[in-house]
C-alpha cells in the first residue's frame, strides 16, 4: 500500500470516528433534555396537583365557612345599628310625609268614601281649630255654603278647581289666598282680608268648608280647602249648576252674607282660644284680652291677670245634650266659664239641685281647696260652648296674685287692696301698685297721697277711673266732704 493510500485511509477513519462521536454527544444531550424535561413536566404536574388540591381545599373551606356564617345569622337577632338604621328611614319617611301632608300634598289625601262621617273626639286637652264645633252643619251655614259654592262654580275665572296633587285628583279645591280675594271682590261689606278670612273661618268651624286634610284651620295663605259637598259622599250636588240655582245662590247671597260678616268674628276668636298657648300672636293675644274684659265671670279680676289668661285660656265645645262634663268625687283640673247654653248640677241622693245658663262659671272650688268634684255637671242642651282654664295654670296665676297683691285691713276687714304694676316692654309707670278696691274714703285717701301733685301717665288710669265712676259710690257732697277734712 503506497503512503498516499496509507493517509487517505487515516483520514476516512478520523472522519468515521469525528462522525460517530459527534452522534454520541448529540445522543447524550438528547437525553439530559429528555430527562430535564420529564423531571420539569413532572413537577409541573406535581405543582398543578397541589394547587388543584389547594383550590379544592380552600374552596370547600370557604364554603364552609360561609355555611356557618349564614346560620348564626339566621340564629341570632338583628344588630341594634341595623334596627336603628331601619327606625331612622322610617323616621325621615314619616317627616317628609308629613310635611307634605301639610299644605295636603302627598299619599294621604284619601277619600273617605268608605266610611261614613267620623265624629269629631270631644278632647278637653287637645282642641284642634281644624276640626269643626257642631257634628252637622246648622241649616243656614248649610245654606250659605251651598251658595256660595254655586257662584264660585259659575265662575270660570274662579279659584275653585279640580287639582292633581301628587298623582290624586282633588276635586273642587282652592287655596286660602284665592278664596279671600274672591270674596273681597264679592262682597262691598268685606273690607279687609281679615274679615274674609274670619268669614271663612265660621263656615269651617261648623264643617261646611274643610280643609283637605282636616290638618288645618282656615288661613289666608296656599293650603287648599274644599266644600263639603265637593267631599266623597256628595257627589249629587256636584254638577254644574243650573240657571234657576243661580238666581237663587245670587238673591241668598245678598241677603244672607251679611249675617256671615257678623259671625266672622266670633269664628276667628274661637279658632285663636282653639289653639295651643305658644301659637298665639300678639295681636292675637289682645283681641283675646278685649273679649275677656266684658265676661262677668272674670270682672273681679285685675287687669294683669286678665292679660295672663288670654295666653292660656281655652275654647271647648260640646254638641250633644246629656254629656257628662265631669263627675262627682273626680279630681278637679279645670275651671269652666259657659259662654253658651246651659248645665245641670246634679249631686248624688239628691238630683239637680240648679242650672247654670250663659255667663255662669263652675269648678273653681275644688283647684282652690284641692278636693274633689262636689257635683257632676251635665250638659241640657246641644251645642254648648265653654271657656276652660286649666288646674296648673289657674295655681300659677293664683300664686302670682296672692305675690303681688297688698292688703290694708282694718277691724280685721280689707278696706284698700293694692296690685303691684306688672313692667311691661317699651312702657314705665311712675307707680308701683295700682287700687283693685276698697272702701271710698280709703281709695280717695291713697289717691290724694299718691297723685297729687305728680304726673299721671297713661299707664295708671285709676285716676281716670276714679272720676268717671265715683259718682256710683261717692256722690258729690261726699265727695266735697271727704276733700275738706
Not at 333 to 348: A, F, M, N
Amino acid at each position: 500500500m503506497s503512503k498516499r493510500e496509507q493517509r487517505e485511509q487515516r483520514r476516512s477513519g478520523q472522519f468515521v470516528a469525528n462522525d460517530e462521536a459527534g452522534f454520541l454527544c448529540k445522543l447524550l444531550r438528547y437525553r439530559r433534555h429528555s430527562d430535564s424535561d420529564k423531571q420539569a413536566a413532572t413537577a409541573t404536574v406535581a405543582t398543578t396537583t397541589r394547587t388543584t388540591t389547594a383550590t379544592t381545599t380552600n374552596v370547600a373551606t370557604s364554603a364552609a365557612v360561609k355555611l356557618r356564617r349564614r346560620v348564626q345569622r339566621q340564629q341570632r337577632p338583628q344588630s341594634t345599628a341595623f334596627e336603628m338604621s331601619n327606625k331612622n328611614k322610617e323616621l325621615m319617611n314619616d317627616i317628609i310625609t308629613n310635611c307634605k301632608l301639610k299644605n295636603g300634598f302627598g299619599p294621604g289625601v284619601q277619600p273617605a268614601a268608605a266610611t261614613s262621617p267620623t265624629k269629631r273626639p270631644l278632647s278637653p286637652d287637645h282642641p284642634n281649630p281644624a276640626l269643626p264645633i257642631t257634628e252637622t252643619p246648622s241649616p243656614a251655614m248649610n245654606r250659605m255654603g251651598w251658595a256660595l259654592r254655586t257662584l264660585l262654580v259659575v265662575d270660570n275665572s274662579s279659584c275653585l278647581k279640580d287639582r292633581k296633587v301628587s298623582g290624586k285628583l282633588i276635586r273642587k279645591c282652592a287655596p286660602g289666598t284665592e278664596l279671600v280675594d274672591w270674596l273681597v271682590n264679592l262682597a262691598p261689606i268685606v273690607h279687609t282680608r281679615a274679615q274674609a278670612a274670619g268669614m271663612w273661618q265660621a263656615l269651617l268651624e261648623e264643617g261646611v268648608l274643610t280643609h283637605v286634610n282636616k290638618e288645618q284651620p282656615f288661613k289666608d295663605k296656599c293650603f287648599l280647602y274644599r266644600f263639603r259637598l265637593d267631599e266623597e259622599g256628595g257627589a249629587p250636588a256636584a254638577g254644574i249648576p243650573q240657571a234657576e240655582d243661580l238666581n237663587a245662590a245670587n238673591e241668598h247671597i245678598r241677603e244672607a252674607l251679611s249675617a256671615l260678616f257678623q259671625r266672622g268674628p266670633d269664628a276667628t276668636l274661637r279658632m285663636i282660644l282653639r289653639k295651643p298657648s305658644h301659637e298665639r300672636t300678639p295681636e292675637e293675644l289682645e283681641l283675646v284680652f278685649e273679649e275677656l274684659v266684658h265676661i262677668a265671670a272674670l270682672s273681679h279680676l285685675s287687669t294683669s291677670i286678665k292679660r295672663e289668661l288670654s295666653s292660656i285660656i281655652v275654647f271647648e265645645a260640646h254638641a250633644q245634650a246629656g254629656t257628662i262634663l265631669f263627675n262627682q268625687g273626680d279630681e278637679g283640673r279645670s275651671w269652666y266659664i259657659l259662654l253658651k247654653g246651659s248645665v245641670d248640677v246634679v249631686i248624688h241622693g239628691k238630683g239637680t239641685v240648679a242650672t247654670l245658663k250663659t255667663g255662669d262659671d263652675f269648678g273653681k272650688l275644688a283647684l282652690i281647696n284641692d278636693a274633689p268634684r262636689a257635683a257632676t255637671i251635665v250638659l241640657k242642651e246641644n251645642n254648648c260652648h265653654l271657656l276652660r282654664v286649666d288646674k296648673e295654670h289657674f295655681n300659677r296665676i293664683l300664686r302670682d296674685v296672692e305675690a303681688n297683691t297688698l292688703r290694708l285691713q282694718e277691724h280685721g276687714k280689707d278696706v284698700l287692696v293694692l296690685e303691684r304694676v306688672a313692667k311691661q316692654r317699651g312702657q314705665h309707670s311712675a307707680f308701683k301698685y295700682t287700687v283693685m278696691s276698697g272702701t271710698p274714703a280709703k281709695m280717695l285717701e291713697h289717691l290724694l297721697e299718691t297723685r297729687l301733685g305728680q304726673t299721671v301717665s297713661g299707664m295708671d288710669p285709676f285716676l281716670d277711673d276714679f272720676l268717671l265712676t265715683h259718682i256710683v259710690f261717692m256722690p258729690v257732697v261726699q265727695l266735697v266732704d271727704e276733700l275738706a277734712n
